[in-house]
């Protein structure tokens, strides 16, 4: 993976901004509304390290939350 793609990821957990627009904890994936929202084998995959399944579970995270 190119490190400009790592460096999206890397940027999404450390915001304090939620993909839904709300705010959310620095190191977290998504806000807790978001996260409450996802089935929990998608909860589970977010805590994946990255370059370890986190990149495919937040894009099916947000690909859920925004269907």
Partial sequence: MKTAEI?????????????????????YAVCFECYRRLPRDMQTALYRPINRGFQEAYEAAVKHLNT
């Fill in 7 to 27: 460096g999206f990821y890397i940027r999404a957990l450390k915001n304090e901004e939620c993909q839904c627009g709300r705010s959310k904890k620095s190191g």
